[in-house]
């Protein structure tokens, strides 16, 4: 069964939870959908690699 979570906090996108998985990430103060946590953790890669 898929159950409404909450909004992303970044975009607005919807998060759901199915069957206990969470369709993105909560952090305890933040919630993202799957598609920032993916944006974010490419941001945080591409700021870590020296040209």
Same mark, same amino acid.
């Given at each position: =069964?898929? /159950?409404?979570? $909450? *909004?992303? %906090?970044? #975009?607005? *996108? /919807?998060?759901? #939870?199915? %069957?206990?998985?969470? !369709? $993105? @990430? @909560? !952090? $305890? /103060?933040?919630?993202? #959908?799957?598609?920032?946590?993916?944006? $974010? %953790?490419? &941001?945080? @890669? =591409?700021? &870590?690699?020296?040209?």
């Amino acid at each position: =069964m898929k /159950e409404l979570v $909450g *909004i992303c %906090n970044r #975009c607005g *996108i /919807e998060v759901y #939870c199915e %069957n206990g998985f969470l !369709d $993105g @990430h @909560h !952090d $305890g /103060e933040e919630l993202l #959908c799957k598609l920032c946590v993916l944006k $974010g %953790n490419k &941001a945080k @890669h =591409m700021s &870590a690699v020296s040209f």
